[in-house]
């Protein structure tokens, strides 16, 4: 009987259905080669295998199955595909793309070429003792012998024969290390029969070990204690409330040893690649080369080689990674843990799926029956309300770890500071004090300003021209090395002028200010201090990141000025101070979400100071200090800021009283984008009544040369989501299908951050 196999390409498609050859066997998650067209060959995953003649008459056949028939899609993960696609509004081939290492499907014009590009696993050379030296009495002569002869060969079969006796280390590890000092040492151990080497697939190798876990102060226990009775009760989702400083990580560590003793896969998402070193190395010292790191930043190969090998796993795998860790094939996965769960770097922006790796972790932990633990100091306000309602089972850690307190937070008036004469540049002095005697104590301070480049903009003093980027509308913001002008959408980048182009007045002066400007006025009011930058810009690699962090964590930098990326995580012993030189900025922001999202920046930014014994202070710069919200981060409220917000969102019919679904309309000519997004409102209104806003033009409303133009749908709490995404399929079809409108783009994005 004739067998047909539904497979998935990394295309914005569906899947199609392919013949299986006699004689060839696939099975639900294996990689194939498939002819896609008239002359492309494509990696496609099987989804699923049946006997149904397809409707088409003419049927192309699988070419062959890839990585030695390993499934590389566990039943739980094609699974989350399929809901990401329906929930995400997008194709599972989009949701491929996103979810597998780009050397895992390859593409090319013939087969032939396909093959050259196909993936091959590097080997690697692993080297053990000869079964003889097993025997003690032997191992000791031949050591007698090399030591007085040969003490590099002594000293490298004693490496070798530690390695093979020690757990949390690995042969493999160990003959890296060696292979790369002195291969003519290795060789002529071999020669004398001392040891045996065999060329293998890379791979990581790692044994049971006891796990030396952290001590635990007696309100981490009895949060412990609750998570844990929780999960046995047959919860699948739980937060840990937590405040900055209180010790969450190493809750988490706990629940991971237990998953692992059980023989279960563990991942743990964290928000930014910035943060898996820092948080790897801890973890290493506890869980040896069970930890395995998965993001972006590695190289294609690594990725590949990561992914293969987690497919072949046994269980018992510890990944630390970014969203896209969410996609590993961890066929035994028994706990998540969504480190800083509030962080919207968790959302996926373009390319499609837009998915939520929070919400996601969630949803799959659900289909599995195992378990998600999702851990803030600043909960969102979705996660707290179900954690408030009973849906998601709830920790609180109320205090600091150990002897750390709070730290003092202090506001600072810039418009009575100015009035006074006591603000300088862009510092007020109550700061600038406070900088002064933190540097006399040896301490450390950080400065956060949540704007790079050296300023926002730069402008003419006598006729007032701003550059302007050409394909966005926007201004370029300064860069001072190099004296570029920068467009931070399209990246597009030009020299700052001599002259106004205009009026040919002098060279355009810098206006407002951004981290490169910060770092050159502090080192300037402080010139004995060591000041460094932690921004997009300085961070070029992953290697500078790492010495820009070492630097601040071993004291060789007094001042680290930073953008949010000094907020998250990191925990400096030194750190006494933490300056916000503008809180306004991130108080009026065009949002919903404008209020929760200050809070949480200004209080995990505060969250770095005072982190030992002694207690930190944080002085937050503002216009505005009787503001309500800022006065809800001195006194560390987070109940008061939720319950208020979440006030106003049921008020106004917003998240998480609703579900949004933003469409975002692309065009280059403005008059056909404005005549479409009428017309699709039109529609759109006529299905969903008032539940549609719009059209309306975003704050920046040209990028990249196209011109956009907003709608936004809400549908409220108890309504069905899945309906209202059936029916505007149905309208988006129909607006793609119409010659007038076909050619504008329409990006859709379910619960837009």
């Not at 009775?229 to 409330?241: I, S």
């Not at 590949?304 to 269980?315: D, I, Q």
């Not at 007032?464 to 300064?478: A, F, K, S």
Request: charged residues 25%.
């Amino acid at each position: 009987m004739p067998r047909y196999a539904d497979i998935v390409l990394p295309l914005a498609q569906p899947a199609y259905t392919f013949a299986l050859p006699e004689g060839m066997t696939v099975v639900a998650g294996q990689a194939v080669v498939v002819q896609f067209g008239a002359r492309k060959f494509y990696t496609g995953i099987v989804f699923g295998v049946h006997d149904r003649q397809p409707a088409s008459p003419r049927i192309k056949s699988v070419v062959r199955v890839l990585y030695d028939g390993t499934v590389l899609l566990p039943a739980a993960q094609r699974t989350l595909w399929e809901w990401i696609a329906s929930y995400y509004m997008c194709t599972v081939g989009e949701v491929m793309r996103a979810a597998l290492p780009a050397l895992m499907k390859p593409s090319a014009d013939s087969e032939q070429a396909l093959s050259e590009e196909e993936f091959r696993p590097r080997t690697e050379v692993y080297l053990r003792l000869a079964p003889e030296l097993r025997d003690e009495a032997h191992f000791h002569e031949a050591c007698e012998q090399l030591e007085r002869r040969a003490p590099k060969q002594y000293a490298a079969l004693l490496e070798i024969a530690t390695a093979e006796g020690d757990a949390h280390l690995s042969t493999g590890e160990i003959a890296r290390r060696l292979l790369g000092a002195d291969y003519g040492v290795l060789h002529a151990l071999e020669r004398k029969g001392l040891i045996r080497s065999a060329e293998h697939p890379r791979t990581q190798e790692r044994a049971d070990t006891l796990f030396r876990l952290p001590c635990l102060s007696e309100a981490q226990q009895r949060a412990l204690a609750t998570l844990r009775d929780a999960f046995a009760a047959g919860r699948t989702a739980a937060l840990l409330h937590g405040i900055t400083g209180s010790g969450k990580t190493e809750i988490y560590i706990h629940l991971i040893a237990g998953a692992l003793a059980r023989g279960e896969d563990v991942l743990l998402l964290v928000p930014e690649i910035a943060l898996t070193a820092q948080l790897i190395e801890r973890l290493e010292r506890i869980f040896g080369s069970r930890v395995t790191a998965y993001h972006s930043k590695l190289t294609p190969r690594r990725r590949t080689e990561v992914c293969l090998r987690l497919a072949r796993s046994s269980g018992g795998e510890l990944v630390v990674g970014a969203r896209s860790a969410l996609f590993l094939p961890l066929g035994r996965l028994g706990l998540i843990v969504v480190d800083e769960e509030h962080d919207a770097s968790y959302k996926q922006s373009d390319p499609a799926p837009r998915y939520n790796a929070r919400d996601c972790a969630v949803v799959l932990a659900h289909r599995l029956g195992c378990r998600t633990l999702l851990g803030s100091a600043t909960p969102s306000l979705e996660s707290w309300l179900n954690a408030r309602s009973g849906k998601y089972a709830y920790a609180f850690l109320g205090e600091r770890y150990g002897e750390a307190r709070p730290p003092e937070i202090l506001l600072s008036d810039t418009l009575r500071a100015a009035r006074r004469g006591e603000r300088h540049t862009h510092f007020n002095q109550l700061l600038l004090d406070r900088i002064g005697a933190t540097l006399a104590r040896g301490g450390q301070a950080m400065l956060f300003q949540n704007r790079r480049g050296f300023a926002p903009y730069v402008a003419c003093a006598a006729c007032g021209w701003t550059p302007r980027c050409p394909e966005c509308n926007v201004t370029l913001t300064y860069h001072k090395a190099g004296g570029r002008l920068v467009c931070h959408y399209c990246g597009h980048t030009e020299t700052l002028p001599s002259e106004c182009p205009v009026c040919h007045a002098a060279a355009p002066a810098p206006m407002g200010f951004g981290t490169e400007k910060i770092e050159e006025q502090i080192a300037e009011l402080f010139p004995a201090a060591r000041v460094a930058r932690l921004d997009r810009d300085s961070v070029t690699s992953e290697r500078a990141f790492r010495e820009i962090v070492a630097d601040f964590a071993e004291h060789r930098t007094d001042i680290l000025v930073g953008t949010q990326m000094i907020a998250k995580g990191f925990d400096f012993e030194g750190v006494e101070l933490v300056g916000v030189l503008n809180a306004d900025n991130l108080l009026h922001n065009p949002d919903f979400r404008a209020s929760e999202r200050a809070f949480q920046l200004l209080v995990q930014v505060a969250g770095r100071a005072g982190r030992r014994a002694e207690p930190g202070t944080v002085v937050i710069q503002t216009a505005e200090p009787g503001h309500p919200l800022l006065q809800q981060v001195v006194a560390g409220d987070y109940g008061a800021m939720a319950l208020g917000q979440l006030a106003e969102r049921e008020a106004f019919f917003y998240p998480p009283y609703a579900r949004l679904i933003a469409l975002t309309l692309r065009h280059r000519d403005a008059a056909l984008l404005r005549d479409g997004a009428l017309r699709l409102a039109a529609r759109l209104r006529a299905r969903f009544g008032r539940r549609l806003l719009g059209p309306m033009a975003p704050p920046v409303d040209r990028i990249r040369g196209e011109y956009l133009v907003g709608l936004l749908l809400k549908i409220e709490s108890g309504a069905s989501t899945a309906r209202a995404r059936e029916l505007l399929r149905g309208e988006l079809a129909a607006f793609a299908a119409d010659p007038a409108t076909k050619s504008i783009t329409v990006v859709i994005n379910v619960d837009p951050q």
